[in-house]
């Protein structure tokens, strides 16, 4: 289930690019739509029916975390949105993976206030230098392909990769949100509730309250464009079909990365999160591959890409023994 989810998070962005017609904000409304909304819902009223009776017996600082940090994670998946549509998938994935682990991997850290020079840290030190270091390399390839001939986005390239690096740090503190509104499933345990199914209410709440700030922004983009009418284009089954499925992927991968960890006992936090983490990076770069983000490109930009998605799997086996030393 790691691994399917993994594929899952590296393959969701790449419907985008062969969505025919639609503008930007019409693909990202529909999938916001799918992933956060429809998904959630039909989730948790499938396994717990009525969220309520969970919430109510959770903390209001828990229940407060999960929509404060959801809702600030939806600027976040905004920029990561824009990011694909200017950088690609396979250059945009990298960078926001690489910034997202790194960040992750330090802010609990830093929160608990256990920096220390001990082998654990070190080796996470390590880690998060070497993710610096790929996702270094993933935006210098970007760059050189952008200078190719014929090669360079319309937009200017600067600001997917300031989109990238924004949409990677939100994506982290969406990691921090959810630890703190772990009370809200460990009172869905005490209701009798399987710990997977409690831990669904964390999601309704924190990708509900993410996607208000992405309905409002691609509402808004509608209108400036005049691109509502876009959504009754021909060929519906393609541009609706293709934009559902992005969400149906993107869910799929955060309710299949839920189910694996408690089966994957107490090697879950250790084995389960780097190891999604790296199908989802070498998906994503073979996605980028296939739709043709590199065809034509010089040998020194896929050089570079290749060295930067090396030392982002280093990063990450790094970060998996850490943890496996740290004894999770």
Known sequence: MAVLSGIANGLFTAPMKLIPRWKWENIWLVFILTSCLAMPSAVIFATIGSP?????????????????????????????????????????????LGVSSAMGSLVPLVLRGAVRLEVRQIMLFAGVLAFLAGVWQCGAAGRIRDRSAGRGPAKPSWAGYLYALSAGVMSAVFNVGYSL????????????????????????????AGAIPNIIYCGL???????????????PQRTWGLSVLMGVLWGGSIFLYGAATPLLGDI?????????????????????????????????????????????????????????????
Do not use: Y
């Open 181 to 208: 509104a772990l009370p809200i499933a460990d009172a869905g345990v005490r209701l009798g509730f399987r710990r997977f199914l409690a831990t669904n209410c964390i999601w309704l709440l924190m990708l509900g």
């Open 52 to 96: 309520g009776t969970v919430l109510a017996q959770a903390s209001r600082v828990a229940v407060a975390s999960a929509l404060g940090f959801g809702f600030a994670w939806g600027f976040g998946a905004i920029f990561f949105g824009l990011s694909v549509d200017r950088l690609g998938v396979s250059i945009s994935n990298s960078m926001v």
């Open 221 to 235: 983009l509608m209108k400036k464009h005049r691109a509502f009418g876009l959504f009754f284009s021909p060929s």
């Open 268 to 328: 879950g936090p250790s084995i389960g999160w780097p190891l999604s983490l790296a199908v989802a990076l070498v998906v994503a770069n073979l996605a980028g591959i296939w739709l043709g983000e590199w065809k034509s490109v010089e040998p020194g930009a896929v050089r570079r890409m290749r060295a930067g998605v090396v030392l982002m799997l280093a990063a990450i086996m790094l970060c998996a023994l850490a943890a496996s030393v740290g004894g999770s």
